[in-house]
């Protein structure tokens, strides 16, 4: 896991969210392994008892979405709406457990995009790792105890917020963790168990100790970096936002905030003005209430 930081460690690269750039990606390594990382799949070369995996991302990437994962993976390929293709990598041993889970993508892919708009990226994939759960650019990262799929559902969702649309300081981890969170509790409700209303009514119970030990969601304590306080406060209060425009409003909402700011980084004030202007509406005060309050709003 390289966030906030940790990309620095394994490449040059100057490690913030605000700075994020083009990658070419070749992976050298041995005969019967893959190496596999962010962007679209280009194919192998080999040369003697070595292959090389390269990849290209057209897309901006910050350095904490990349991904370096060397393994004997068996690659799968599947295609999502509109023809995106889609590679899973599963070592031999895992695909009975979590191929049928990597399979789930294209659906939950098109789901999304009945939210949210079209995906926004050339390619999707899914890596097996030993132990992730994360949203590297175009090929999540799950490990066992994450793959699931609302947590497939979950990181999908970051490719539209945190991917696509970028905090530009991590102050802001908020725009990433609490929409993507919402988003896996809007998927759970239609498709396992439970409704949007239960899911929040169990996260409000906690919120208040959230913010007690590690800070409000906008001015979380520098110890206590991605803590449940960024995914459940933020994710209430997009569920305020709902009640008061409706579905359709926020749902609107939703797609239009990402398909007009592709490809940048933006940040609370940005979002809050945004929103002013795209509803006619003022939230500038629930937004702030939400995410600096001590406590749990009412």
């Given amino acids: 896991m390289q966030e906030p930081f940790g990309a620095f460690t ?6 913030h969210p605000s700075d994020e750039a083009l990658y070419d990606v070749a ?15 280009e194919g192998k070369t080999s040369a003697g008892r070595t292959s090389t995996f390269r990849w290209r991302s057209t897309d901006p990437v910050a350095s ?6 060397a393994d004997r993976f068996r690659m799968y390929r599947d295609e999502g709406p509109r023809g995106i293709p889609i590679t899973y990598w599963i070592r031999p041993r895992d695909v009975p457990r979590q191929l049928p889970v990597a399979r789930r993508m294209p659906s939950i892919m098109r789901w999304l995009e009945r939210k949210l708009g079209p995906y926004p990226f050339p390619s999707a994939g899914l ?14 990262a799950l490990g066992p105890l994450y793959m699931r799929p609302s947590v497939v559902a979950h990181e999908l969702a970051h490719h539209w917020f945190g991917d696509t649309v970028t905090p530009r300081t991590w102050r802001d981890l908020w725009l990433n963790e609490g929409f993507a969170m919402y988003l896996e509790m809007q998927w759970y409700a239609e498709h396992e168990d439970g409704t949007i ?23 979380y304590r520098r110890d206590s970096f991605g ?13 305020e936002i709902r009640k008061r425009l409706g579905d359709r409003r926020f749902f609107a909402m939703l797609r239009a905030w990402v398909q007009e700011h592709r490809n ?35």
Avoid: C
């Fill in 127 to 140: 890596v097996a790792t030993s132990d992730s759960g994360m949203e590297t650019q175009q090929m999540i």
């Fill in 197 to 219: 209303d239960d899911f929040i009514a169990n996260i409000r119970r906690v919120d208040g100790r959230l913010r007690q030990e590690a800070g409000p969601p906008g001015r």
């Fill in 64 to 69: 904490y979405l990349t991904v370096f994962a």
């Fill in 227 to 239: 803590i449940s306080n960024v995914y459940y406060g933020p994710a209430i209060m997009l569920h």
């Fill in 264 to 298: 940048t980084t933006q940040d609370r004030a940005s979002f809050t003005k945004w929103i002013k202007e795209h509803t006619g509406r003022d939230f500038t005060e629930l937004i702030d209430t939400w995410l600096d309050s001590p406590t749990t709003p009412r």
């Fill in 10 to 15: 394994w490449f040059p690269v100057n490690d």
């Fill in 27 to 41: 992976i050298t390594v041995p005969e019967g392994w893959s190496g596999v990382a962010h962007g679209t799949y």
